[in-house]
């Protein structure tokens, strides 16, 4: 920057006065600087704020979903033990008389 370059940062009076203007000009700059940042930041965090909400949403969805679909798999691969097979699957290989159940 051309602004810094004029300066001679090795002599005390020039380090003193770019202090004492830093200083000078610090309570008219940091309030205009704020009102100016301020509303951007406030922005930024409400949208920062939002997208976490519909991505644990998303997520809580996503999960539930999951969830479901393990559960499915399971009771397929698992039948519930009280069930009972169908009557043609118990012991086919038992003659049993005309009229008796199973």
């Given at each position: 920057?051309?602004l810094?370059?004029?300066?001679?940062?090795g002599?005390?009076?020039?380090?003193?006065?770019?202090?004492?203007g830093?200083?000078?000009?610090?309570?008219?700059?940091?309030?205009?600087?704020?009102?100016?940042?301020?509303?951007v930041l406030?922005?930024?965090?409400?949208?920062?704020?939002?997208?976490?909400?519909?991505?644990?949403?998303?997520?809580?969805?996503?999960?539930?979903q999951?969830?479901?679909?393990?559960?499915?798999?399971?009771?397929?691969?698992?039948?519930?033990?009280?069930?009972?097979?169908?009557?043609?699957?118990?012991?086919?290989?038992?003659?049993?008389?005309?009229?008796?159940?199973a």
């Amino acid at each position: 920057m051309a602004l810094w370059d004029d300066l001679p940062f090795g002599s005390v009076t020039a380090t003193t006065l770019t202090g004492l203007g830093t200083l000078l000009a610090a309570p008219v700059l940091v309030p205009l600087v704020g009102a100016v940042v301020r509303p951007v930041l406030r922005i930024a965090v409400s949208a920062g704020v939002s997208a976490y909400d519909a991505l644990v949403t998303t997520v809580a969805t996503a999960g539930e979903q999951m969830s479901d679909l393990i559960a499915e798999a399971v009771a397929e691969a698992r039948p519930a033990p009280d069930a009972m097979p169908p009557e043609e699957d118990i012991a086919p290989h038992i003659i049993r008389p005309e009229g008796a159940s199973a």
